[in-house]
C-alpha cells in the first residue's frame, strides 16, 4: 500500500511540474521563432557597394566610429560617454538606401541603432523623415524592429510599425533597406518587404517629399526605448557596438545642399538632379523594381505582417480618437 501511495504521489508530482509548464505563457524570442522567409528578389544585389568613407562623414561621436577594411565596414559604438553616428556627404530626392548590420549581443536595453533618413538640419521646424530603428532588448525579449515615417516637423503625424525578427540580428549581418520615391516608401529586412507606405493625395501632407540625407547613429534611448522606458541602458555592459557592412546609396542626388546654411531652403527641382545610376531599368523611381511591389514582394509582405508585426499606428485607437485616413 505504501508503495503504491508513493507512485501515485510521484505520478501527481511529475503530472502537474508539466500541467505547469503548459500553463506557464512561454516568452518567445528569434531562436524560437522557426519560420522560413519566403522567397524574393535581391533587390541589394543591384546596386554597388558605397565605401563608407567615400559616401560619409563623421555626425558626432568620432572616437567611437571606426572604419574597417579599406572603410568597406564600420563600426559605431555607445559607451557612458557617448554614442556615435555617420551622415551622408550627399543629399537625396529619392532612392534606395541600405546597410547590412549586425547588432550588439547580450543585455542591450535602451541601445538604440537607427538607420534613417531626414532632413532636420535643413528643415529644422518642418523637417522630414523615414526610420529604422532598432532597439535593444532586456532579459526576456529580442531585439524589436520599429519603423516609422513623419512629415514637415509634426510628431503628430508619426507613423510607428514594431515588429520581431525571424532570425537572431545579433549572430551576422542582416539587410536593411529603404525605398523612398513619389511612388511609395518601403521598408524591407533582408530583402523582404515588412511595410509599404504609399503616395496618395488623401494623405500626401504626411509623405516625406524634401531632400534627406542618410544617417547611421547608436545612441541612449532609455526614456522611450525599451517598454516606454521602463529598461534604461546598463552600462555595465558597455560599450555597445554595431557593425556596418554593404552600404549602398542610390538614387538622385540633390544638386542644391544647404547643409552648411540651415535657413537656406533648397529648391532645386527633382528634374534636375544627377542621377548616380545611368541605366533607366535600375532607377530607383523609374525600375520596375521599385515603382510597384511584385506578386512576389506582395506576398512576402503579407507573410511578415501577419507573422511578425505586433504593434501598428492604425489599430491604436488609444493614440487616435480618429484613425489617420490611409488606416481606413
Given at each position: 500500500?505504501?508503495?503504491?501511495?508513493?507512485?501515485?504521489?510521484?505520478?501527481?508530482?511529475?503530472?502537474?511540474?508539466?500541467?505547469?509548464?503548459?500553463?506557464?505563457?512561454?516568452?518567445?524570442?528569434?531562436?524560437?521563432?522557426?519560420?522560413?522567409?519566403?522567397?524574393?528578389?535581391?533587390?541589394?544585389?543591384?546596386?554597388?557597394?558605397?565605401l563608407f568613407?567615400?559616401?560619409?562623414?563623421?555626425?558626432?561621436?568620432?572616437?567611437?566610429?571606426?572604419?574597417?577594411?579599406?572603410?568597406s565596414?564600420?563600426?559605431?559604438?555607445?559607451?557612458?560617454?557617448?554614442?556615435?553616428?555617420?551622415?551622408?556627404?550627399?543629399?537625396?530626392?529619392?532612392?534606395?538606401?541600405?546597410?547590412?548590420?549586425?547588432?550588439?549581443?547580450?543585455?542591450?536595453?535602451?541601445?538604440?541603432?537607427?538607420?534613417?533618413?531626414?532632413?532636420?538640419?535643413?528643415?529644422?521646424?518642418?523637417?522630414?523623415?523615414?526610420?529604422?530603428?532598432?532597439l535593444?532588448?532586456?532579459?526576456?525579449?529580442?531585439?524589436?524592429?520599429?519603423?516609422?515615417?513623419?512629415?514637415?516637423?509634426?510628431?503628430?503625424?508619426?507613423r510607428?510599425?514594431?515588429?520581431?525578427?525571424?532570425?537572431?540580428?545579433?549572430?551576422?549581418?542582416?539587410y536593411y533597406?529603404?525605398?523612398?520615391?513619389?511612388?511609395?516608401?518601403?521598408?524591407?529586412?533582408?530583402?523582404?518587404?515588412?511595410?509599404?507606405?504609399?503616395?496618395?493625395?488623401?494623405?500626401?501632407?504626411?509623405?516625406?517629399?524634401?531632400?534627406?540625407?542618410?544617417?547611421?547613429?547608436?545612441?541612449?534611448?532609455?526614456?522611450?526605448?525599451?517598454?516606454?522606458?521602463?529598461?534604461?541602458?546598463?552600462?555595465?555592459?558597455?560599450?555597445?557596438?554595431?557593425?556596418?557592412?554593404?552600404?549602398?546609396?542610390?538614387?538622385?542626388?540633390?544638386?542644391?545642399?544647404?547643409?552648411?546654411?540651415?535657413?537656406?531652403?533648397?529648391?532645386?527641382?527633382?528634374?534636375?538632379?544627377?542621377?548616380?545610376?545611368?541605366?533607366?531599368?535600375?532607377?530607383?523611381?523609374?525600375?520596375?523594381?521599385?515603382?510597384?511591389?511584385?506578386?512576389?514582394q506582395?506576398?512576402?509582405?503579407?507573410?511578415?505582417?501577419?507573422?511578425?508585426?505586433?504593434?501598428?499606428?492604425?489599430?491604436?485607437?488609444?493614440?487616435?480618437?480618429?484613425?489617420?485616413?490611409?488606416?481606413?
Amino acid at each position: 500500500m505504501a508503495l503504491f501511495q508513493a507512485n501515485l504521489l510521484l505520478f501527481l508530482m511529475i503530472y502537474l511540474f508539466f500541467f505547469m509548464m503548459m500553463m506557464t505563457p512561454k516568452l518567445v524570442s528569434s531562436h524560437d521563432r522557426h519560420y522560413s522567409p519566403p522567397s524574393v528578389s535581391r533587390l541589394t544585389d543591384l546596386f554597388p557597394h558605397v565605401l563608407f568613407d567615400h559616401g560619409f562623414s563623421t555626425f558626432f561621436g568620432g572616437s567611437n566610429v571606426k572604419l574597417l577594411n579599406n572603410a568597406s565596414m564600420a563600426t559605431l559604438s555607445l559607451d557612458k560617454s557617448s554614442g556615435s553616428g555617420l551622415v551622408s556627404k550627399n543629399k537625396y530626392h529619392y532612392g534606395f538606401f541600405s546597410a547590412a548590420i549586425k547588432l550588439p549581443a547580450g543585455l542591450s536595453s535602451g541601445v538604440v541603432l537607427a538607420f534613417y533618413l531626414s532632413n532636420a538640419d535643413s528643415y529644422p521646424h518642418n523637417h522630414d523623415e523615414i526610420d529604422i530603428e532598432l532597439l535593444g532588448h532586456d532579459k526576456r525579449n529580442d531585439w524589436v524592429l520599429q519603423t516609422n515615417i513623419y512629415a514637415n516637423g509634426s510628431i503628430n503625424t508619426g507613423r510607428e510599425e514594431k515588429f520581431y525578427f525571424w532570425f537572431d540580428p545579433t549572430a551576422q549581418h542582416h539587410y536593411y533597406s529603404i525605398i523612398w520615391n513619389s511612388h511609395h516608401i518601403v521598408f524591407l529586412v533582408d530583402n523582404i518587404p515588412v511595410r509599404e507606405y504609399p503616395n496618395r493625395g488623401a494623405f500626401s501632407s504626411v509623405y516625406p517629399s524634401k531632400p534627406m540625407s542618410v544617417y547611421m547613429t547608436i545612441w541612449d534611448g532609455s526614456e522611450w526605448a525599451t517598454h516606454g522606458g521602463k529598461y534604461p541602458v546598463n552600462y555595465k555592459y558597455a560599450p555597445f557596438t554595431v557593425s556596418l557592412a554593404e552600404s549602398e546609396m542610390t538614387g538622385c542626388v540633390s544638386s542644391s545642399t544647404s547643409k552648411n546654411n540651415p535657413t537656406t531652403q533648397p529648391s532645386e527641382p527633382v528634374s534636375s538632379c544627377s542621377k548616380s545610376s545611368a541605366s533607366p531599368s535600375s532607377d530607383p523611381v523609374d525600375g520596375p523594381d521599385f515603382v510597384t511591389l511584385s506578386k512576389q514582394q506582395s506576398m512576402a509582405m503579407v507573410w511578415a505582417r501577419s507573422k511578425l508585426m505586433f504593434y501598428s499606428y492604425c489599430k491604436d485607437a488609444s493614440r487616435f480618437k480618429v484613425l489617420p485616413p490611409e488606416c481606413k
